[in-house]
């Protein structure tokens, strides 16, 4: 699909649990190219991603590598230029289509633990900028602080709104995001 049109910058999310607070695009560029979102917690302090990177890496037999301090990149949310999105999107397909026994979170963790110094690279982190909070490292009680809801926005410790927030649904605003989604279709 990307190969059939040209945008200059392009966002690719999950569909079901991705709530827009403000446009992503908002979130400044600086001179990167490929925005990724931390989890805001390390592979260790998630039994799912330590069992889903070891299932990966059991197919690489002699290429294993310890993973356990590696901070978690959530798949589910990704901002860049166009070019660079489309290289991320063939170079993610190449190697999701070669594991069957873990999820596409694993493949790109792997990927990205070879990335990290990658200038054309950001790694958003939910305790220190506000493109995107997750609902797993505030279920799992890893930020480092208590965010808020102001005017039906979810703020940062400096009552910024996060332009995204994904995996909403796993945390205590669930309800009231529900009852603001509902009142606005009545």
Known sequence: YLTSIQYENVFISDSRDVLFQNSPFN????????????EGFLHKDSQFNMMDQLNLQKELRENFETFVDWPVINAGVVLGK???????????WTNCIT????????????????????SKYYFSNPNHDNFCLTGEVYKEKFLTFDPIMKNDKILDKNERIYSLFHQWDRTKFANSILDRKSTRLN
Do not use: G, P, R
């Open 82 to 92: 166009y070019q660079n999105i489309l290289d991320f999107c063939f170079l993610m």
């Open 99 to 118: 594991h069957y026994n873990c999820t596409d979170q694993a493949v790109l963790n792997f990927l990205m633990s070879k990335a990290k110094k990658d």
């Open 27 to 38: 979130f400044v560029f600086e001179n990167k190219k490929l925005i990724l979102s931390q």
